[in-house]
């Protein structure tokens, strides 16, 4: 019996070495989009220099501002490193060497002003590297401090695809909203908008091919842009045009139905189609086109600006047809590779000035980013199938997901958009008498500034990003801007009141000037910016509110420089503003 095991085991045993060993995976580290946080270092602005700090302004900044923010900050207590170790800070006892006891003691001494700069840059790297969660505002001291995290991603405008096709600096742009996409608020003389008619795809039912209303849109899509829009862009010194456009343009390309939307008479490869005849002028004009995905199938947002408003009074649950639909999902994607198609079909025609696509505007916030996460990596396999064209991705107006969601990301050539309004949100819009619109008007100045700081932050450790879409406005009052009044996007807070006393104040152009230039300044240090949107359509001038939505028109309010300088937005955030009024 003995002798039978061990013949066996042997037996064993040589058929164990004789096999081929088992390969034992090893773990490959995949590619990161961006850095990792703790890469990150949160230093002075380069602003903040021995030149700069002579000026009383700049140190008055930094005694009003700075201290006020950062103090609390970690608890109120701070670490340093190296020759600091071992103990821990406060505003109330800084290290023993700086001979400092308290804020206020900084730069009192213009001989201790290089000396001091270099404490208050330990200072707030040691309070950034106390913070537990380093988040997107973890870096933002009143538009003081800066996200540093390596000159690779300093300037990242310089290095983007399109840098000289734009002339070698950041994205000066507008969006040409409300064109192939219909938005109530932007064409409300258009139509009679209505709850039950509020967007192109109610609009299409009620008024499909061979009504007037119908050769209306026909006319807007063919004689609303002309080339003296093109040439007012470049004379302000604008480089780039977002243009926002639904799935159903490419939907016959792709194999779907596009019903009831209605499309041009004219094939999507023909020359003369409306969409091509517009990048032509902008070619002409010699403007940059990113090509916008606004309106996939089924709505990936439920608002009006995806074609179609969600009719559900729960907002959390809009855009679930498209999220939760695989078949809807694949459609998309199908849709963009036409798109990408038909870009490459227009650069054999010598028509060469589309930069980049954007898979698909504003995700609806309350959504599975991982889902969207998944699209994105589907969509961008698909087309470097057929194309390295540069690829834009909305982050749906989420912030930190991105950093961890794109952490296996082997993809070149893609960026974020983000889109960063002061116009919606209750703590930002909330105003009923006119000393508090000044209030909130010098507020949202200062924190378009530090705005700057969640840019970085997205720039840093995911995508590099730029703004595509902003605007001027501090309130939500802007016509059908929620889909209706009546509708469950808008709430009244007293908000739209007082807008008419704004109307031609020294006070208000002044403010909302500065307001532009921040918002500009804090994009520029990235990728750049596309305002929201270029012009309105009839029936929107009359509104109070146009003014701070319309390129076109908040220029001729004196809102926004014209030409835009280099100056007025790279010294935007030089200085913090007081706060004005009072609620």
């Not at 014209?562 to 955030?573: E, G, H, R, S």
Request: hydrophobic share 40%; with cysteine; net charge negative.
């Amino acid at each position: 019996m003995k002798t039978y095991v061990f013949v066996v085991l042997l037996a064993l045993t040589i058929a164990i070495e004789a096999s081929p060993r088992q390969s034992i995976s090893k773990y490959v580290e995949p590619t990161k989009a961006g850095k990792y946080i703790q890469d990150g270092r949160c230093i002075l602005d380069p602003k903040i220099n021995i030149d700069s700090i002579t000026n009383e302004t700049v140190r008055k900044d930094l005694h009003d501002w700075l201290w006020q923010t950062a103090c609390p900050r970690a608890r109120g207590v701070f670490t340093l490193l190296d020759e600091y170790a071992g103990e821990t800070y406060s505003c109330a006892n800084f290290p023993e060497s700086w001979g400092i006891s308290h804020p206020t003691e900084f730069f009192q001494d213009p001989a201790k002003y290089e000396e001091h700069l270099e404490y208050l840059s330990l200072y707030l790297e040691g309070v950034y590297n106390t913070t537990a969660v380093k988040g997107p505002q973890a870096c933002d001291f009143a538009g003081l401090s800066v996200l540093y995290c390596g000159e690779d991603k300093q300037e990242p405008w310089k290095s983007a695809p399109w840098a000289e096709k734009v002339g070698n600096m950041p994205l000066r742009g507008v969006n040409a909203g409300g064109l192939f996409l219909l938005e109530p608020w932007i064409t409300p003389g258009f139509v009679n908008w209505t709850l039950e008619m509020a967007d192109q795809y109610t609009f299409c039912e009620n008024f499909p091919a061979g009504s007037p209303e119908q050769k209306d849109l026909e006319d807007l899509w063919e004689n609303w842009y002309t080339d003296k829009d093109f040439e007012f862009m470049v004379e302000a010194g604008l480089n780039a045009v977002r243009l926002p456009v639904g799935f159903w343009y490419w939907a016959q390309a792709a194999g779907l139905d596009h019903k009831p939307y209605t499309v041009p008479k004219q094939d999507i490869l023909d020359k003369n189609h409306p969409i091509t005849k517009f990048i032509s002028m902008a070619k002409k004009a010699g403007l940059q086109i990113f090509l916008d995905l606004h309106g996939a199938p089924k709505s990936q947002n439920g608002l009006d600006n995806s074609g179609e408003r969600s009719k559900d009074m729960n907002p959390e649950r809009w855009g679930y047809d498209w999220w939760y639909d695989p078949q809807a999902i694949k459609d998309t994607t199908t849709v963009l590779v036409h798109m990408v198609k038909y870009i490459q079909h227009l650069e054999s025609l010598g028509i060469d000035n589309v930069a980049a696509i954007e898979l698909v505007n504003e995700p609806w916030v309350f959504g599975d980013m991982s889902v969207v996460r998944d699209f994105y990596r589907t969509t961008i396999e698909a087309i470097r199938e057929i194309s390295d064209i540069p690829i834009i991705m909305s982050d749906a107006f989420r912030h930190t997901e991105w950093v961890w969601l794109l952490n296996d990301w082997p993809y070149e050539n893609t960026f974020l958009d983000t889109h960063i309004y002061h116009a919606f949100n209750p703590d930002d819009i909330a105003s009923s008498n006119p000393s508090c619109d000044k209030l909130k008007q010098t507020v949202n100045e200062n924190i378009a500034c530090g705005y700057g700081s969640l840019m970085r932050y997205k720039t840093c450790f995911s995508l590099p990003s730029f703004m595509g879409e902003w605007s001027l406005a501090i309130d939500d009052c802007m016509g059908e801007l929620r889909g209706a009044r009546e509708s469950v996007q808008f709430l009244d807070f007293g908000q739209c009141k007082n807008l008419e006393v704004r109307i031609n104040d020294e006070w208000w152009i002044e403010h909302v000037n500065s307001f532009a230039s921040r918002q500009m300044h804090a994009s520029e240090r990235e990728l750049g910016w596309f305002f929201w949107t270029f012009k309105t359509g009839p029936g929107a001038k009359a509104d109070p509110s146009n003014r701070y939505w319309s390129y076109v028109d908040a220029v001729d309010a004196g809102f926004i420089d014209f030409p835009i300088t280099d100056d007025w937005v790279q010294d935007a955030c030089l200085y913090n503003v007081e706060d004005a009024g009072k609620c």
